[in-house]
């Protein structure tokens, strides 16, 4: 069973650049069919699909954020990071890393999730 867990800072000023970590242990992240993922969940809304990085190391990104956002993976570390940048403070939520076994499959491991807030 795969874990994970988030890290990075909570507060970001408008316009610079959201930076999360995701570490994941309990198996490599080049392990087949695992899709890691990153979901937000703005206050008082529903959840958002960021986008994931597979296995394959072939990342896909909501359209509505494919201009900001990107996704890369450091497989020596076991981490997947996520990038936003020019930061709203519509970009406030909470920040989920996850995996899913296979494309569009439910999820099956969640972080504990981090709170970031983009205020000046």
């Known amino acids: 069973q795969v874990q994970l867990q988030e890290s990075g800072p909570g507060l970001v000023k408008p316009s610079q650049t959201l930076s999360l970590t995701c570490t994941v242990s309990?198996?490599?992240?080049?392990?087949?069919?695992?899709?890691w993922t990153w979901i937000r969940q703005p206050p008082g809304k529903g959840l958002e699909w960021i986008g994931h990085?597979?296995?394959?190391?072939?990342?896909h990104i909501n359209p509505s954020l494919r201009s900001r956002a990107s996704i890369s993976r450091d497989t020596a570390k076991n981490q997947f990071t996520l990038q936003l940048s020019s930061v709203t403070p519509e970009d406030t939520a909470v920040y989920y890393c996850?995996?899913?076994?296979?494309?569009?499959?439910?999820?099956?491991?969640w972080g504990q999730g981090t709170q970031v807030t983009v205020s000046s």
């Open positions: 990085i597979p296995y394959t190391g072939v990342t």
């Open positions: 996850a995996a899913t076994y296979g494309l569009g499959a439910e999820i099956v491991a």
């Open positions: 309990g198996g490599p992240i080049t392990t087949n069919y695992y899709y």
